[in-house]
């Protein structure tokens, strides 16, 4: 079998000035005075048709800077888009059709954005010929016979509208000033600004000014804003960051009724239970994040998100994961019940200007994961600093312990760290940074060492967010506290981390508290809940913990949701409303259905 060779060289990586260019003195292609490897402005350029793919350059660069993979033949054909020589490159491209809305699911880095810029006309898909571009004329012949002949037919004739919620809304106020209410009114195209307004809760943000609005608030807006436009497709990159459960499901179903309509919507999306809920076909992505990323044919939702959890696409032939990842109903634990408690606090009130939280009386025992769920603006920042000892209660006494030690990783991470990834986690993790153990259990898994040489300033949300991760974890402590530790991660990064923090407080005999707004990776972590309930903003109630099952159920009567388990996975599945599971479960008061 012929095949075709992709090397990548990431630029941000590269220190050629401090390696002695490792990777073109031992290419045995060089030595040989073929130049497989040139350099221009000090970073290498890697022949794709000189080289071997013999893979020394890769095991050579000391900063995982190079990649260099062989991929069959007859993919070649497919190839959709590649920026410039030695980049990303992408194979294929879904097909979305009007009425329906379609689902990207994959890793970080494999393409979903880029597709999402090709079909939004932000850039041309130009077949991997970065050189000469094709003109809308060739770009046609190429794909004529398919559907996306027709799409990017009327797309060049100007006959196809298109509008693109971005993956990053926090760079929002860089682009946009004013109140929110004056802005969106501007692009209120379809006059259905006062029913998405109310849909997505913006009336407590009208008047405000762009700038001063959270994460939460500025996604909302976002949404709004590509809602109110009147065009043909309407592509959206990540709806549910920054978003509480609550407000993800009413999310889905602003976008889902523009399917009334008969508009075409895409949708990249790494909660499960979001894009289960919210689409109906789905497109798997699969590659090698960064390297290459090949799009699969369309399949139904179910099949679809079930197909990436096993790793393995039937209709192709192909696996793209070791190992599958499965879920387990999770009955309460002996050992827990057991084990003994580590950490008990009492009653505890603390008021702010226009905001009380009052806590109930409650404990976490040894080897415990305690999850907290609840709307934003409830106060489970708050109580995660009242564990810390950030924060003193009003009343009640402080929960912290002198004998106890605390990690804390904070919901908005701060990249002020002046150095390497690897100074930041030695200087956290002491002798222990060298140890077997904190490399095969924190390390590897949380993926440290492409990053190990990089300036933290340098990193990107997610690549923050898991060396903030394992800057937490590799303290030594007894009470572990994360908030919102899924943030910017994929899906397959949040089911790691999961399983990460489970087995260290497993092994080290010690407690976590997580706050997490995915309820598929709160499920995958959890051993007993604490749900807030209350007015957000207003005043919130941090309840004892309870069973997985009970909490679930609590919190979810409250979001008027219920969930069902799919029979092959075991992932819980968010019903649609007024289904009539939906309604059987709501009736039987079973909001989380574990059966």
């Known amino acids: 079998m012929t095949e075709i060779r992709i090397a990548v060289v990431d630029k941000t990586r590269c220190r050629s000035k401090r390696c002695s260019r490792e990777c073109y003195r031992f290419c045995p292609q060089v030595r040989s005075n073929v130049q497989a490897i040139e350099f221009e402005d000090e970073k290498p350029v890697i022949s794709e048709i000189l080289c071997t793919g013999c893979g020394i350059c890769v095991k050579k660069c000391p900063f995982k800077a190079i990649s260099i993979v062989n991929l069959p033949d007859e993919l070649q054909e497919n190839c959709s888009h590649r920026f410039g020589p030695n980049t990303f490159k992408l194979f294929r491209l879904p097909v979305p059709s009007p009425g329906d809305v379609l689902g990207l699911i994959g890793r970080n880095g494999i393409g979903k954005s880029t597709v999402l ?26 794909l004529r016979g398919s559907t996306l002949q027709t799409y990017f037919q009327k797309m060049s004739r100007g006959e196809l509208k298109t509008v693109h919620k971005p993956q990053y809304v926090d760079k929002i106020p860089e682009v946009a000033e004013g109140k929110v209410g004056e802005l969106l009114q501007k692009v209120d195209e379809r006059g259905r600004l006062k029913e998405v307004a109310r849909m997505l809760e913006l009336d407590t943000v009208w008047n405000r000014p762009v700038n001063v609005l959270s994460g939460g608030e500025l996604q909302r807006v976002a949404l709004a804003a590509a809602i109110c436009r009147d065009v043909d497709v309407y592509l959206f990159d990540e709806p549910s960051s920054y978003l509480d459960v609550k407000q993800r499901i009413k999310a889905a179903r602003t976008i889902r009724s523009l399917k009334q309509e008969g508009k075409t919507i895409v949708v990249a999306e790494h909660d499960l239970a979001v894009l289960d809920y919210l689409s109906d076909y789905v497109c798997v992505f699969y590659g090698d994040p960064g390297v290459y990323g090949v799009v ?47 950490l008990k606090w009492g009653e505890m009130k603390k008021t702010y200007e226009g905001f009380k939280l009052e806590v109930q009386a409650g404990e976490v025992k040894q080897g415990e994961v305690i999850g907290i769920l609840g709307p934003n603006g409830i106060g489970k920042t708050t109580f995660v600093r009242l564990l810390a000892g950030i924060e003193k209660p009003d009343s009640g006494k402080p929960p912290l312990e002198e004998s106890l030690t605390v990690s804390y990783k904070p919901q908005y991470i701060s990249s002020d760290f002046e150095g390497r990834v690897e100074d930041l986690l030695r200087s956290v993790a002491g002798k222990d940074f060298s140890s077997s153990w904190h490399r095969s259990e924190i390390l590897i898994p949380l993926n440290m060492s492409p990053l190990m040489d990089r300036k933290v300033k340098e990193l990107s949300g997610g690549e923050l967010q898991r060396v903030a991760i394992a800057a937490c974890l590799s303290r030594k402590a007894d009470i572990y506290l994360l908030d919102e530790p899924s943030a910017y991660l994929d899906i397959e990064e949040r089911l790691t981390v999961a399983r990460t923090i489970k087995r260290i407080v497993e092994t080290r005999s010690v407690a976590a508290f997580v706050v997490e707004h995915d309820v598929v990776a709160q499920d995958f972590i959890a051993d007993r809940l604490m749900v807030f309930t209350g007015n957000p903003g207003t005043k919130g109630t941090a309840e004892a913990p309870v069973s997985l099952r009970d909490g679930m159920n609590r919190f979810l009567k409250d979001m008027s949701i219920t969930f069902r388990r799919d029979p092959a996975t075991k992932r819980p599945r968010v019903n649609k409303e007024d289904s009539q599971l939906d309604k059987l479960q709501k009736k039987t008061g079973q909001y989380y259905y574990v059966k």
Request: net charge positive; no cysteine.
């Open 296 to 342: 699969s044919h369309v399949h139904g939702v179910r099949t679809g998100i079930n197909i990436y959890l096993e790793g393995f696409i039937p209709d192709e032939n192909l696996r793209f994961r070791k190992e599958p990842i499965r879920f387990h109903v999770k009955p309460p634990s002996p050992a827990l019940s057991a084990a003994a408690p580590l």
């Open 117 to 142: 810029r090709i079909l939004s006309g932000e850039i041309k898909p130009n077949f991997g010929n970065y050189d000469s571009p094709p003109d809308w004329t060739e770009i046609i012949r190429r």
